[in-house]
């Protein structure tokens, strides 16, 4: 079955510390994965997709297929970064399949 | 436009009540998706259109949901005989398909069936 896992409901972490927002997905085929963050008041909107292989905002993600992971890492958050973020796995009819998210919390 | 517009924003219902919530996606997009968001939840994928061809229904929860896309551009979610367990928030997203494959949403309409 197809699925994302996102372990952790709520991360908080003080300025400038290193983030790990954890996502283990299953999936038979070629994974493409991506994660979304949905700012207060804001709608959900596209952080990175591991095809780019880009840093968005400081943030990066490796996709590990040994793993089956695809983690999203930031070595100093800062403050405007607390927000939901949602790991999604991307099948078939290019649906997306979404964990469950993670409350990240950025204090001063 | 300059992004996927969602109408209304909030719906409240009485259970047994019909409602019909609209998606307005980017100019151009050939894609749209529908997404429910259930409380504390990820969104899940309900429907999705390529052009006016609904190519994947398998998230549909019931008959009780219909979605339509008639002229490849706007598109409706309909929800019959609404029940408790319809209260969610409701998401469209579109894309331009293909290799670009990313999904741009809208802001949802939240729906609330007493």
């Known amino acids: 079955a197809q699925r994302v896992t996102q372990p952790e409901k709520l991360l908080s972490v003080f300025k400038g510390a290193p983030v790990e927002l954890k996502c283990n997905y299953s999936?038979?085929?070629?994974?493409?994965l991506f994660w979304y963050v949905q700012y207060s008041r804001q709608r959900l909107q596209l952080l990175l997709r591991?095809?780019s292989r880009e840093s968005i905002k400081g943030f990066t993600a490796d996709l590990n297929k040994g793993e089956t992971s695809f983690h999203l890492k930031k070595p100093f958050a800062q403050e405007e970064d607390s927000a939901m973020y949602y790991c999604a796995l991307s099948v078939g009819t290019d649906k997306l399949i979404f964990g469950t998210g993670t409350r990240l919390q950025v204090f001063p | 436009g300059a992004g996927v517009s969602q109408s209304p924003r909030y719906k409240v219902a009485k259970r047994g009540q019909d409602v019909a919530l609209r998606c307005d996606p980017i100019?151009?997009?050939?894609?749209l998706f529908w997404y429910q968001q259930a409380l504390g939840q990820g969104p899940e994928f309900l429907t999705y259109f390529q052009n006016e061809a609904q190519l994947d229904k398998s998230g549909l929860p019931s008959d009780r949901f219909f979605a339509e896309r008639p002229e490849g551009s706007v598109s409706t979610l309909k929800i019959q005989r609404t029940q408790q367990e319809d209260s969610a928030v409701y998401l469209c997203?579109?894309?331009?398909?293909?290799?670009?494959?990313?999904?741009?949403f809208g802001a949802g309409t939240r729906l609330s069936v007493l």
């Open positions: 100019s151009g997009h050939v894609s």
């Open positions: 997203a579109s894309s331009l398909a293909g290799w670009e494959n990313i999904q741009y």
């Open positions: 999936y038979s085929g070629s994974p493409e």
């Open positions: 591991h095809i």
